[in-house]
């Protein structure tokens, strides 16, 4: 680990400190606070573009300081081309997305808390993909889950928001649980915490037990944080969010972590037959799956939505597949789209604000009004599409390049890319021309061109898409190549370019193209195809998150009703039920049960009279039949005690106890004739009958327990010391007292201190004017309507 | 004398804990009163018996020279005896008040904090 390097540090610290700053400054710029703030992750993308020329030389930088040394955590960043471009993307579009929340978000009175949550996510986000310790990663993980927690829940007045955020919480937090497992049993098997050291051990990773055990945990955060099917549900609800949430997070950025932690784990991971068949079967099934759920909407953001489930597949997919083309494809689409699916999602965004709605059966004709938004919606979607100028067709050529070969699996998965494909180039260019082209269509509002805070970000994008494809050596040189070299673990060189080589691949495109265009034509069929399908099947992932939540709460309501019945005698029995069991049963268990006593010899007959004459107390307690009884019946008992204490040593005791039981008494007798409560026993017998087994067995536990006590020698040394000390220290000849006084003196301040609150408690309790009603606590209810006073 | 004790011991904490099982306040509050003294004599038996002789030093001894009763589970039950009564006080004076104010001495009828149709928490979100 090299030194730690200040603007490093700062970089990753910058977006925190724009996440304080930006309420105070918004408050005080209002919206052209936007300037200020996207300084901050400006001056973080110049920042790590100053490493290009190092990771394009084939160097990995790492950086950071010890953590925790005891335990091998240190704070340590790890760049190479996989994270470097990552970083990039962050930065870069997050600089875009602060302007666009500046025109999209114009006026809003939370847009101070909006910037704040932004930054936190961007600070988050960028700490993952260049965290090198576990630990680092993890936190920064769950992190990006809060936060878009928080962003897709900013409009938490409407409950499908609080839905969504709760919904993407759940799974994604779930999913960062299995995720910091499976970096616990990867930590288990190769004895590093660091991603740096963890990709040079691919050959001890993939020999262990524990391979598929830690593989399948960590697709578990991967394929959970990167929506793949049947984890999908989540990032379409999650378009709940303001629109810059959802370019941003939900699929230029947040989404791709698992992505990230795939392409991350290659060279560790990969190359097993497990790998190899996860990895594309579920990327492929979440591919098809995710495109055929995007024909069917009609809202630009769900659609997008939908095909940004399928992109992630496609990632995916390509990542598993094993061949260096195949991951080549993988980055080059990763970065493909996150340019053009950032574009066309703040495209929606402007449509929607522009024109007041987003669905698409209500759109047309905006090319004159929104000329920009036009040529930039065009862009991206062929950029989308794979189309020529645009970095998607590179990409899309690389994706038929990596999967053609001549065997049925292959063939499987070229299948699946193509339909995949074709299908998403229908929904990209479903958003690019309908609303533009045809007709000029009455919309809820009058249109006109976004304002250039929202076309900036999108415009730059789809710039960015075509510069990308005509300076492809370049780029390739200075970032693909990196990032696929990170990938594989090899050094590894992207050569494709604008210039399309005759061969499978562009005849694949071509098929993929074709296919399109069929689909494109019959879309109103295809769409209530679909819909219907999925009325057929009549359930989802997504109620089954519904019926999941309802089922847990009427569970835990149950148990709840189980434990708390609200009614004393049960709460006791089981009390004291567990007291009885926890007296024997490790008596029995550890066969320790006292040796039956024998008949004490020495036992003088005014000793056993005043025993006898407190049993005939407590008995006559149980069956008293009336209020005097009773109250003597108890007295008999407490003064027989008393009695006891007077024989055997302790005559303090005695006093108190004499004068102590008389007040009972007393204040009992009061008690109970002003209340006339009748003493009887009106327990039914079944009652009766628990009632005393679980007491009687109370009271046999306390007196083996006594038994076995009493077996023991006594070891007296506590004693001892008292009174070896009473008289010559503290200068007392009545040890109890010395004890209680002097030994134990503050213990004695604070018994006198609860006798006094006691009788501070009584005394308010029969002060409190008498009258309660039932209904009475409504009135100190805090959200109940505040009545006026008469 | 301690199996003796034992017995006694074993039928207080019976006969106290099969008062606390009633519904009826009244009744659970004499098995308080009662489990004071089990308690009581339960400490005292474990510190062994020692018969008449109080643990008190004659004025011109330094420490005790004769055996006497054990001092320590003394001092350790007056400072019980006293807490135990205000504290049975207390709950006496309670139940007068709860009796006062719900009119009933039957805990199933005492329902205010956990009432018998609470509401099901919210399905929503």
């Known amino acids: 680990m090299a030194a730690p390097d200040g603007m490093t540090i700062i970089a990753l610290g910058l977006p925190f400190i724009a996440a304080l700053v930006a309420p105070a400054l918004v408050r005080r710029l209002g919206h052209n606070a936007v300037w200020a703030l996207a300084l901050f992750p400006l001056f973080v993308f110049v920042r790590f573009l100053e490493f290009l020329p190092e990771i394009a030389g084939g160097e990995a930088v790492t950086g950071g300081f010890q953590w925790a040394p005891s335990y091998n955590v240190s704070f340590s960043w790890f760049l190479d081309g996989l994270s470097l471009t990552f970083a990039l993307l962050i930065s870069a579009i997050g600089t875009l997305i602060v302007f666009y929340t500046g025109g999209y978000l114009k006026g809003h009175a939370q847009l101070g808390r909006f910037y704040s949550f932004i930054f936190l996510f961007m600070g988050s986000m960028l700490g993952l993909v260049v965290s090198d310790s576990f630990l680092m990663l993890f936190v920064y993980w769950e992190l990006t889950s809060i936060t878009s927690f928080l962003l897709i829940g900013f409009d938490h007045g409407r409950e499908a928001s609080r839905r969504a955020a709760l919904q993407a919480l759940i799974v994604t937090g779930l999913g960062g649980l299995s995720l910091m497992a499976g970096l616990l049993v990867t930590w288990n098997i190769t004895g590093v915490t660091q991603l740096s050291l963890l990709v040079g051990l691919g050959e001890e990773v993939r020999a262990s037990p524990f391979y598929l055990m830690a593989l399948i945990l960590l697709l578990g955060g991967a394929f959970t944080k990167s929506a793949q099917f049947p984890f999908h549900f989540w990032l379409p609800n999650a378009m709940e969010a303001p629109t810059p949430v959802s370019a941003y997070l939900h699929s230029a950025t947040m989404v791709k972590a698992g992505v990230y932690l795939v392409m991350r784990m290659n060279p560790a991971f990969g190359d097993t037959v497990a790998w190899e068949t996860i990895l594309p079967v579920f990327g492929g099934a979440t591919l098809l799956i995710g495109s055929l759920l995007a024909i069917r909407q009609t809202d630009l953001k769900l659609m997008l939505a939908y095909t940004t489930v399928s992109s992630l597949g496609l990632m995916v997919m390509m990542t598993g597949f094993g061949s260096e083309h195949a991951a080549a494809a993988g980055v080059l689409y990763l970065v493909a789209h996150s340019m053009f699916k950032g574009a066309l999602f703040m495209l929606a965004g402007n449509i929607d604000h522009e024109s007041g709605t987003r669905d698409i059966t209500r759109l047309g004709g905006l090319r004159k009004l929104m000329p920009i938004s036009f040529l930039a919606a065009m862009a991206a979607a062929l950029s989308m599409g794979g189309l020529p100028p645009f970095f998607g067709f590179l990409s899309k050529e690389e994706i038929y390049y990596g999967l053609w070969h001549m065997d049925a699996w292959s063939v499987l998965f070229v299948l699946v890319a193509i339909v995949g494909n074709g299908l998403m180039f229908v929904i990209g260019f479903a958003i690019a021309i309908k609303p533009f082209l045809g007709k000029e269509v009455e919309t809820p509002k009058h249109a006109h061109e976004a304002p250039f805070l929202m076309w900036i970000g999108p415009a730059t994008l789809a710039t960015g898409g075509f510069l990308a494809a005509v300076l492809s050596p370049l780029f390739h040189r200075f970032v693909s190549s990196p990032m696929v070299s990170a990938v594989t673990g090899r050094p590894e060189e992207i050569t494709i370019s604008l210039l399309p080589h005759i061969g499978m691949p562009l005849l694949l495109s071509l098929i993929t193209i074709v296919f399109a265009v069929l689909v494109y034509l019959k879309l109103d069929a295809a769409r209530a195809a679909i819909a219907a399908t999925l009325a057929a099947i009549g359930w989802g992932p997504d109620r089954g998150f519904d019926q999941f939540i309802s089922g847990t709460v009427r569970l835990s309501r149950r148990v709840t009703k189980f434990v708390q019945p609200g009614q004393l005698d049960i709460y006791m029995t089981a009390t004291f039920a567990a007291v009885a069991i926890t007296l024997i049963a490790p008596m029995v268990i550890f066969d320790e049960l006292p040796a039956l006593p024998v008949w004490p010899a020495d036992a003088e007959i005014h000793e056993l009279a005043v025993i006898l004459i407190a049993f005939i107390g407590l008995g006559a307690v149980i069956s008293a039949k009336d209020r005097l009884t009773a109250i003597v019946s108890l007295g008999i008992q407490g003064f027989a005690v008393a009695l006891i204490f007077m024989l055997f040593g302790a005559p303090d005791l005695s006093f108190t106890q004499f004068m102590v039981e008389t007040l009972s008494v007393v204040i009992l007798a009061l008690v109970m004739t002003r209340l006339r409560l009748s003493p009887a026993d009106h327990r039914p017998t079944g009652q009766k009958i628990v009632d005393a087994t679980v007491s009687i067995a109370c009271g046999a536990g306390f007196m083996l327990y006594l038994l076995s006590v009493t077996e023991v020698p006594f070891r007296s040394y506590l004693s001892d010391f008292f009174i070896a000390y009473s008289k010559t220290i503290a200068h007392g000849a009545n040890i109890v007292n010395v004890i209680i006084v002097d030994f134990r003196g503050t213990d004695t301040l604070g018994e006198i201190a609860v006798v006094m609150v006691t009788g501070l408690a009584i005394l308010s309790l029969i002060r409190v004017r008498p009258g309660w009603k039932p209904g009475m606590l409504a009135e100190n209810d805090p959200d109940a309507p505040r009545q006026e006073k008469k | ?125």
Not at chain 2, 19 to 24: A, E, I, P, T
Not at chain 2, 95 to 100: D, I, K, L, N, P
């Open chain 2, 1 to 125: 004398m301690e199996p003796l004790f034992a017995l006694l011991v074993g039928a207080l904490f019976a006969v106290s804990i099969y008062l606390f099982l009633s519904k009826h306040i009244i009744r659970v509050l004499m098995g308080v009163a009662i489990l004071g003294n089990a308690v009581n004599l339960l400490i005292f038996t474990n510190g062994r018996l020692l018969r008449e002789v109080p643990p008190v030093i004659p004025v011109d001894e330094a420490t005790l020279q004769q055996a006497a009763a054990n001092p320590l589970p003394q001092a350790l039950i007056l400072t019980a005896i006293v807490i135990s009564f205000s504290f049975f006080a207390f709950l006496l004076v309670l139940g007068y008040r709860a009796f006062q104010e719900l009119e009933t001495d039957d805990t199933d009828e005492m329902r205010v904090a956990e009432p018998v149709d609470e509401e099901a928490p919210p399905l929503g979100y």
